[in-house]
């Protein structure tokens, strides 16, 4: 007897989908693995699209920094997917420096993140 996948029928936005070895794309695969019909947002979106492809997802792009990209990008993951029943949020950033060296507007950012 099979069994049907853990998310079959399940329709997810995964957002941070952007490197191919983070957080998010990993996310992304599991989902995929267990059934799910996935889209994912990034802000590189060349990466992102790439990655899209490679998982037959959606790419949608997506900067989290900005409401209204956000707000549009959700749209967009309900429209292509039918509907939306899982978000994950990945978003981050990887900054190669100490805190103590970032200045006002690097803290600044981070913070927002």
């Known amino acids: 007897m099979t069994s ?32 799910a019909s996935i889209a994912i947002a990034g802000l590189e979106v060349d990466e992102t699209a790439s990655i899209a492809a490679e998982l037959d997802a959606t790419f949608v792009p997506m900067d989290v920094l900005d409401q209204a990209s956000i707000e549009n990008g959700v749209a967009a993951a309900r429209e292509a997917l039918g509907g939306l029943d899982i978000m994950a949020n990945a978003a981050g950033v990887n900054r190669a420096c100490l805190i103590s060296e970032e200045d006002a507007e690097g803290l600044t950012f981070l913070a927002r993140l």
């Open 4 to 35: 049907t996948p853990r998310l079959a029928n399940r329709k997810a936005l995964i957002v941070g989908a952007t490197t191919p070895d983070g957080i998010g794309v990993t996310i992304a695969r599991r989902y995929r693995a267990e059934g």
